[in-house]
Every structure is written in structure tokens, then in C-alpha cells.
């Protein structure tokens, strides 16, 4: 097991936001929490296996009723303790500290929109003021969260707006998304065409190159949609990721119910029709031999097409993210 470093859990379907382009969004209904009990046995079945760094994530962690008991004794184990949150709850000051108390390693905060009205009209719940309201109180506390943004047709255009936020609010460590497909969702209408994905990168990059703000790009599309020049300096500096743990075979997904799912993306597809068997220590080695997995990551090391593999970038780029393949033709792109 000694390749799987990373393991991400998911604490609940419940969800303060229903953010339009969330991946998540048709499981939300299901109201459902992971039992503690149950969660518990996961990561010590997860130490075992070497995992060095476990995230939680949902629906909305923070609004999981065992969190500080959950993130207790992942600390309690050694492991790293990670969560991603839309950081609304952390406008409330003592829920904030008791959660900086126990000790955590990582809160990454999504921004869904630049203001109150347009928080609403993506998420269809209020939240800014709350979250930049949270993001002020960790920084308070002395926690350094860092900030996510997933990019979408819909926001495409207000990037400068964007930029205008992290500066005004201090927001120096960013990590930037486009949207990609989800399993769940059956329209992925709004997903933005990936040529523009390319162009569009080398103008975050010059732009906040002039900031001095601290960032990274996940470049889920090919790195050669990116300018060529640009996409050099960009490698040079490190400005730019590839490659998911799904192609890197380094990470696993446990979905709500204790089965796990490829990615964070096929929520509500697992691998298996049935949760993990915590008691069989080689579980996550054999659910990798069945025909069902092999299957799929012959899917997924099959995309985009012949000609990337023979790209001298092809190791580090990895084509993308691999779900964009499913709806896509790689022909027309590549
Ligand atoms: C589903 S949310 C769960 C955690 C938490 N509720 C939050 O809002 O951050 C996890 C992260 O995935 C991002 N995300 C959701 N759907 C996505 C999509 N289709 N493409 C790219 N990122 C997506 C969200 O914006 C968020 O940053």
C-alpha cells in the first residue's frame, strides 16, 4: 500500500450551499452524515495502509455534527488532518477556536462569488459576508487557510473583480480550479470550452504574476492548450499542477457510505457496489485487482489520444482530467 498517500473522506451529503457547478449537487438530498464509529475505523484502517494526509470533505464538513471529534483522533493517529469548506461556519468565533484547538493542518475556503447577491445566485444561499467573516476569524486566530476558486463559464469574466477580493481581503494563498464534469450531474453545458481553459491560464498568470499573491493553477485540461512561452515560466515557477491522484495512482476516496469512488467527481459511483472491508488489511490492493478497476484505469490511461503519449510533456501533463474525456472528443482539442 505503500503508493496510497493520500485519502480523502466524505462526512456528509448535508450541505449549507448548493453551488450550482458542485459535483455533490444530487447527492445534497440524501441528508446523510458518515457514522463516527464507522469514520473512525476507516482511518485506522487508513494508518495502517501508510496514509500520510487524510482531507475531509462533503457536502460541508463543518456542518458534520462529529468534526472535532473525527479531526481528534486523525491527529490522535499521527495522520495530517485536512478540510475543505465553503468556511461559512467560521464566522462563529468559539466554534473556530475549538476547532484551531484540537489542531488541524489545512483548511482550504472555496470563494463561490465576489459578493453577497452573486454568492446567492451561484450557491442559492447567502454566505459571503459569513465566509470572508470566517476567513478573517482563522486569520485572527493565527491559522493561514488558504483560498480556492473554480472557474466557469458563468464567472469567466470577473477575474479582475476576483483578484480585486484577495487583495482587499489579505487572501495570499490560492489555488485555482476550472470546472470539470461530474458523474451526477447530467448537463455539463456550462463547463467552459478547454481551448479557452488555455488561453485563459496564461492571463491568470500574467495577472497575478503583478500581485504578489502566492498561487497555483490545477491545469485539468492539456498543457499544450496553454501558450507555449507562457507555459514554460509558468512550469519554471511551479505556478502550475497536473495530474490527479487518480493517474498518479497515490490517493484513495471514501464516499459517505464507506465505498470508494475513483475521485471526488463519481460521487455516488462507487467502484463496488459495497463498502470497503476494513477488516481485510489488503482490501484497497484487491479492490485494485478486480476486473472492474482494471477496467477503468484502462479507461482512464487511455485518454485523451495515441499522439499525447508521445509528447515529450505527456508525464507531467497527463492529458488532463480524464472525466473531460468522456464528454469530449480529444480529436477536436488536441
Ligand atoms: C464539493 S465541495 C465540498 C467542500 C465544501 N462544501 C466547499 O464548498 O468547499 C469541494 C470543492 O470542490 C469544488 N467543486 C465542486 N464541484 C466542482 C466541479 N464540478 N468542478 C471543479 N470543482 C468543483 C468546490 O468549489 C469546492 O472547492
Request: proline content about 3%.
Amino acid at each position: 500500500m505503500k503508493n496510497i498517500i493520500t485519502a480523502w473522506i466524505t462526512t456528509n451529503y448535508t450541505c449549507n450551499c448548493k453551488c450550482d457547478w458542485c459535483y455533490a449537487r444530487k447527492m445534497l438530498g440524501k441528508h446523510q452524515n458518515i457514522d463516527l464509529q464507522y469514520a473512525m475505523k476507516i482511518v485506522e484502517y487508513l494508518k495502517k495502509t501508510g496514509v500520510e494526509t487524510i482531507t475531509l470533505i462533503g457536502g460541508e464538513p463543518t456542518i458534520y455534527p462529529n468534526l472535532i471529534d473525527l479531526i481528534s483522533f486523525i491527529r490522535s493517529l499521527g495522520i495530517k488532518v485536512r478540510i475543505a469548506t465553503n468556511g461559512k461556519r467560521f464566522k462563529e468565533k468559539e466554534y473556530t477556536k475549538k476547532i484551531l484547538d484540537i489542531g488541524i493542518d489545512g483548511i482550504n475556503i472555496s470563494i463561490k462569488g465576489l459578493n453577497e447577491e452573486e454568492y446567492f445566485y451561484y450557491t442559492h444561499q447567502y454566505g459571503f459576508n459569513d465566509m470572508i467573516e470566517g476567513h478573517n476569524n482563522l486569520c485572527k486566530f493565527g491559522f493561514d487557510p488558504s483560498v480556492s476558486y473554480v472557474i466557469t463559464d458563468s464567472n469567466v469574466e470577473k477575474f479582475e473583480s476576483f483578484v480585486h477580493l484577495l487583495l482587499t481581503e489579505k487572501m495570499d494563498n490560492l489555488i485555482i480550479q476550472f470546472e470539470k464534469p461530474s458523474l451526477s450531474l447530467t448537463s455539463n453545458s456550462k463547463t467552459m470550452n478547454i481551448k479557452e481553459m488555455g488561453t485563459f491560464t496564461a492571463y491568470i498568470y500574467s495577472t497575478l504574476e503583478e500581485t504578489g499573491i502566492n498561487y497555483t493553477i490545477e491545469a485539468s485540461f492539456p498543457l499544450c492548450l496553454i501558450p507555449e512561452h507562457t507555459l514554460n515560466e509558468m512550469l519554471i515557477k511551479k505556478k502550475i499542477s497536473t495530474c490527479c491522484h487518480v493517474q498518479k495512482g497515490n490517493g484513495i476516496v471514501f464516499d459517505v457510505t464507506g465505498e470508494i469512488i475513483p475521485c471526488n467527481h463519481f460521487l455516488g459511483f462507487p467502484i463496488e457496489n459495497e463498502p470497503l472491508n476494513l477488516q481485510n488489511e489488503n482490501a484497497i490492493e484487491e479492490l485494485m485487482a478486480t476486473d472492474e478497476y482494471k477496467k477503468f484505469k484502462n479507461v482512464v490511461h487511455r485518454y485523451p489520444t495515441e499522439k499525447c503519449t508521445t509528447c515529450n510533456l505527456w508525464r507531467i501533463c497527463g492529458g488532463g482530467c480524464f472525466t473531460r474525456w468522456f464528454y469530449l472528443n480529444p480529436k477536436d482539442y488536441i
